[in-house]
C-alpha cells in the first residue's frame, strides 16, 4: 500500500525549493525576507516528516524566527542609514551593480560540484546499514539520560556543541566591535496593541521555553531549542520598548554570554581531572552535570541572540548622562 503522505511530501519538497529559488531571485528585500521565514517555516515541516523533531524545533525558532527577526531589523537599519525609512523606495538602499558573467558562473560551477558531491555521498551510502543507532542505544544507559539526540549532544559529541556554543560567543563579540560605529536606527514605533500582545504572551513564551529545557533529558528539546524560545522573550522586550539596554548592564550581559561556554568547558575539565576521559561523565552525576550544562547554556543562547538582534553594546549617549540609571 503507497504512503498517503507521499502526494503531500511531494509539494511540500517542490514548495521548499520554489521558495528557496523565489528568495533568491526577488529584487525586493522585504519579500525576500518574508519568503526566507516560509522558507525557514516549511522546511521545519520537513524535517517533521524525517522524524527529526529536534531539528525542528531548531530551525523553526533559530533558523525562521530569530534569524528573520534580525533580517528584519538589518533591512530597517538600512532604510534608515539611506533615508528611504518610511517609504517604498527599495531601489534606493543601494546601487544595485551587475554581477560579473565570470562570478556568476563560478558560483554556479560551484554550486553544481556541491550538488554532486551530495548526490554522490547519498547515493553511495548503504541502503540497510546498520549506521549508528546500535552504538547510540547502548551505551544511552551511561549518558545521563533517556533521549538519544540529548545523549548524543551533551555526552558522545559534546565537543561539538562546546564549539557551537562558542561560536555564539564569538559572534556576539564581532557584533559589539563592529557595531560601535555605526549609527542606530530609532526603534519603529508598534503602538499599544502591540505592546499589550507582548504582556500578555511572555509569560507563555517564557514557560514553553523552561519546558523544552526540561523535556529535552527525554524527548524533543534542550538548550538550543529552549535558548531560541527564550531569546523571543528579550526580542519583544526590545521591540516594545519594555526594556531598554543601559551602560550599567553591560557586566551582566558579559557574564551571561560567557556563562554558559564557561559552565560547559569546566564541568570537562573537572571531570578529566578526576583521570577520565573529558566529558565522560560519572554514571551517578551525570544527569546532574548534564542538566547543569543544558540550564547554564540556555541562559547564554537567549541573551546571546537578544543582544546579536539589539546590536551595538549599550553606550551612553548625551541625552542618557543625567539619567541616574546609564
Excluded at 560551484?110 to 552504538?135: D, K, N, R, V, Y
Excluded at 533521549?147 to 562546546?162: E, I, K, M, S, W
Excluded at 555564539?168 to 505592546?195: F, H, K, N, T, Y
Excluded at 523535556?215 to 526594556?243: D, H, N, T, W
Aim: hydrophobic share 55%; aromatic share 8%; with cysteine.
Amino acid at each position: 500500500m503507497s504512503d498517503p503522505f507521499l502526494l503531500f511530501d511531494l509539494l511540500l519538497a517542490g514548495a521548499v525549493i520554489a521558495l528557496a529559488i523565489a528568495t533568491l531571485t526577488v529584487r525586493d528585500l522585504f519579500a525576500a525576507i518574508i519568503l526566507f521565514v516560509i522558507f525557514g517555516l516549511l522546511s521545519a515541516l520537513a524535517w517533521v516528516r524525517l522524524s527529526a523533531p529536534d531539528v525542528a524545533l531548531a530551525e523553526a525558532a533559530i533558523g525562521t524566527g530569530v534569524t528573520g527577526a534580525l533580517l528584519l531589523k538589518t533591512l530597517h537599519h538600512l532604510r534608515y542609514v539611506t533615508g528611504s525609512l518610511g517609504t517604498n523606495a527599495v531601489e534606493s538602499l543601494s546601487p544595485v551593480q551587475p554581477v560579473p558573467a565570470g562570478v556568476s558562473w563560478a558560483n554556479a560551477a560551484f554550486c553544481g560540484l556541491i550538488t554532486l558531491g551530495l548526490a554522490t555521498a547519498f547515493l553511495g551510502a548503504p541502503h540497510a546499514g546498520p549506521g549508528l543507532e546500535g552504538l547510540v542505544a547502548e551505551a544511552m544507559p551511561a549518558s545521563g539520560v533517556s533521549h538519544p539526540v540529548t545523549g548524543v549532544l551533551l555526552n558522545f559529541r559534546a565537543y561539538d556543541t562546546l564549539m557551537e556554543v562558542v561560536v555564539l560567543l564569538a559572534a556576539v563579540i564581532a557584533v559589539w566591535q563592529i557595531e560601535r560605529g555605526l549609527s542606530d536606527a530609532p526603534a519603529p514605533a508598534l503602538g499599544e496593541v502591540w505592546e499589550g500582545f507582548a504582556r500578555l504572551t511572555l509569560p507563555a513564551i517564557i514557560v514553553v521555553g523552561t519546558y523544552l529545557l526540561w523535556k529535552g533529558s527525554e524527548a524533543p528539546g534542550g538548550a538550543f531549542q529552549g535558548g531560541a524560545v527564550l531569546a523571543a522573550v528579550g526580542l519583544m522586550l526590545l521591540l516594545s520598548r519594555l526594556y531598554v539596554p543601559r551602560p550599567a548592564h553591560r557586566a551582566v550581559a558579559r557574564w551571561a554570554f560567557v556563562l554558559g561556554t564557561g559552565v560547559f568547558a569546566g564541568v570537562a575539565l573537572l571531570v578529566a581531572s578526576g583521570g577520565r576521559v573529558a566529558f565522560e561523565y560519572p554514571l551517578e552525576h551525570a544527569k546532574t552535570l548534564i542538566l547543569l550544562i543544558e540550564g547554564l547554556v540556555t541562559i547564554s543562547i537567549a541573551v546571546t541572540l537578544a543582544a546579536l538582534f539589539h546590536g551595538r553594546e549599550p553606550v551612553a549617549v548625551p541625552a542618557e548622562r543625567g539619567d541616574n540609571d546609564a
